[in-house]
């Protein structure tokens, strides 16, 4: 709107003056009967929607995925149908514990949430810049979040918390170890990668199910920042990451990112669980490059700034579940913890319609018999607004889209791996790739809180850094000046 533009009441209703309220006398009291001041000031009470529960702050733009290989083979989504095929996008990122003013440059992992409004629905991937996650069940989660959060009754942050957490959480170390690391403070949005994280499927069109690894490498190349750069950059300029990449993008300069795919075929997995003792389906493990090399797939470029942060950023709600025909979910237990949640979420961060926003709303034609609820905007017009049932058959029918059966292994119950399962060689591995000055950085960060904790959670988690290298375990205590 322009400044001489006639401004209106929600109703369309032309205001007479926007700036002097209808008093009683030139002194007041003012009159009930003005209608714009009371519908001004209701709307300004009502400007906040719910932060996210998570990953609150966050950075938004749209942008285009250009295929350049052909992935016909794995998958019939009609996205990657021909080479140099477009799609268009949404990518939002963001830091995870932080309230939504808090700093861009926190140590925290970095949300990395794609959306593809293909031509078959939205299908999102909504990852982090880490391949892997600090829990492997989704009844963790909203423990481990609130140690992230503050404490209930200083309203601090705590340390202790933290690594009470995750010193009883050993299958943490693997991210505790990345989090800690450079990568833990990367510098803005555009210089570090995103991973799906998650194993997925996909499925071709005869019916063949492989299980993918998304991974997002940054052709700006990796940057972090060090730990007195971040702190220093908190204070001076909390909307650090924002800034960047808005910025890039006002500029022309367009942020890319290579897709790649890690591939596996479910008697591959089998095999390599049987060889390392790692089930593929954890979260909190990493499969190897040498054993499931990169497939190149496409580009994904951010290249327009959102025109209303609140109505596309704030709005935008992203979903695990939204997968399109040729790709599937997997048993991850985080991943199907997540399926439910995003959606759940959203209907009280957003609403019962979210879906309609435009920034929600798929670009393809869409029918189902939802209807009314809260601001419903596309209500199905004077189609029907029931389903009818078709004749039955008794065959089975898989997943549905042609995706085959899942094969289940095992009966129901309670697993509880701990003990049994192998929560350090990757972590060491990670630890192990690190130069000599990565590592002495690492301990450092390290050393920085837990120089704050009781000694029961220091020595517990410790014997972690121990159990996964015992160069890493020295080296934390050397920064922590003990023995
Ligand atoms: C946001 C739940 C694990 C990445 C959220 C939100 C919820 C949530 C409720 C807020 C959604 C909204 O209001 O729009 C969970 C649960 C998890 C889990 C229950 C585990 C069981 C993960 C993992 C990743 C991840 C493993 C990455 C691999 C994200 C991202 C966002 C997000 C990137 C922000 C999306 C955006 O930009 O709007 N999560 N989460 N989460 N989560 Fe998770």
């Known amino acids: 709107m322009s400044q001489d533009q006639q401004i209106t009441t929600a109703a369309g209703i032309p205001v007479a003056d926007n700036q002097n309220s209808i008093s009683a006398g030139p002194r007041g009291p003012l009159l009930l009967q003005d209608f714009h001041l009371i519908e001004k000031l209701q709307h300004f009470n009502r400007e906040r929607i719910p932060e996210r529960v998570v990953h609150a702050k966050g950075s938004g733009a749209y942008g285009t995925f250009t295929v350049t290989h052909d992935i016909r083979h794995f998958t019939k989504?009609?996205?990657?149908?021909?080479?140099?095929?477009?799609?268009?996008?949404?990518?939002?990122?963001?830091?995870?514990?932080?309230?939504?003013?808090?700093?861009?440059?926190?140590?925290?992992?970095?949300?990395?949430?794609?959306?593809?409004?293909?031509?078959?629905?939205?299908?999102?991937?909504?990852?982090?810049?880490?391949?892997?996650?600090?829990?492997?069940?989704?009844?963790?989660?909203?423990?481990?979040?609130?140690?992230?959060?503050?404490?209930?009754?200083?309203?601090?942050?705590?340390?202790?918390?933290?690594?009470?957490?995750?010193?009883?959480?050993?299958?943490?170390?693997?991210?505790?170890?990345?989090?800690?690391?450079?990568?833990?403070?990367?510098?803005?949005?555009?210089?570090?990668?995103?991973?799906?994280?998650?194993?997925?499927?996909?499925?071709?069109?005869?019916?063949?199910?492989?299980?993918?690894?998304?991974?997002?490498?940054?052709?700006?190349?990796?940057?972090?920042?060090?730990?007195?750069?971040a702190a220093r950059i908190a204070g001076e300029d909390p909307d650090y990451a924002q800034r960047d990449l808005f910025g890039a993008i006002e500029r022309g300069e367009f942020p890319q990112w290579e897709v790649r795919l890690q591939v596996a075929t479910?008697?591959?997995?089998?095999?390599?669980?049987?060889?390392?003792?790692?089930?593929?389906?954890?979260?909190?493990?990493?499969?190897?490059?040498?054993?499931?090399?990169?497939?190149?797939?496409?580009?994904?470029?951010?290249?327009?700034?959102?025109?209303?942060?609140?109505?596309?950023?704030?709005?935008?709600?992203?979903?695990?579940?939204?997968?399109?025909?040729?790709?599937?979910?997997?048993?991850?237990?985080?991943?199907?913890?997540?399926?439910?949640?995003?959606?759940d979420a959203q209907l009280y961060r957003v609403g019962t319609n979210h879906q309609h926003l435009p920034v929600n709303a798929p670009r393809c034609p869409f029918h189902n018999q939802q209807r009314d609820g809260t601001m419903a905007v596309h209500n199905g017009g004077a189609a029907q607004n029931y389903a009818t049932v078709n004749a039955v058959g008794s065959a089975p029918r898989g997943m549905g889209h042609g995706e085959p059966e899942l094969g289940l292994r095992g009966g129901a119950g309670r697993f509880d791996g701990r003990g049994m399962e192998d929560d350090y060689t990757q972590a060491g591995n990670l630890f192990r790739l690190l130069t000599p000055q990565e590592k002495l950085n690492l301990c450092a960060n390290l050393a920085g809180p837990l120089s704050q904790v009781n000694d029961e959670i220091l020595q517990r988690q410790l014997a972690h850094f121990d159990k996964a290298d015992s160069a890493y375990g020295a080296g934390v205590r050397a920064a922590l000046n003990i023995r």
């Open 77 to 229: 989504a009609k996205l990657f149908s021909e080479i140099g095929k477009k799609t268009e996008t949404f990518a939002r990122f963001s830091t995870v514990g932080g309230e939504r003013g808090s700093a861009d440059t926190e140590r925290d992992p970095r949300g990395f949430a794609l959306r593809f409004y293909t031509e078959e629905g939205n299908w999102d991937l909504v990852g982090n810049n880490t391949p892997m996650f600090f829990i492997k069940d989704p009844i963790k989660f909203p423990d481990f979040i609130h140690t992230q959060k503050r404490c209930p009754r200083s309203n601090l942050k705590s340390a202790h918390m933290m690594f009470d957490f995750w010193s009883k959480a050993p299958e943490s170390l693997h991210q505790v170890t990345m989090l800690f690391s450079d990568r833990g403070t990367p510098d803005g949005y555009r210089h570090m990668d995103g991973f799906g994280s998650h194993t997925y499927s996909l499925i071709n069109a005869a019916g063949e199910r492989v299980y993918v690894k998304w991974h997002f490498k940054t052709r700006q190349g990796i940057k972090n920042l060090s730990a007195a750069d």
């Open 266 to 343: 479910e008697q591959q997995l089998d095999d390599w669980e049987a060889r390392t003792g790692w089930n593929p389906f954890d979260l909190t493990k990493v499969w190897p490059h040498r054993d499931f090399p990169l497939h190149p797939v496409g580009i994904f470029e951010l290249n327009r700034n959102p025109d209303n942060y609140h109505a596309e950023v704030e709005q935008v709600a992203f979903s695990p579940a939204n997968a399109v025909p040729g790709m599937g979910y997997s048993p991850d237990k985080m991943l199907q913890g997540r399926l439910f949640a995003y959606h």
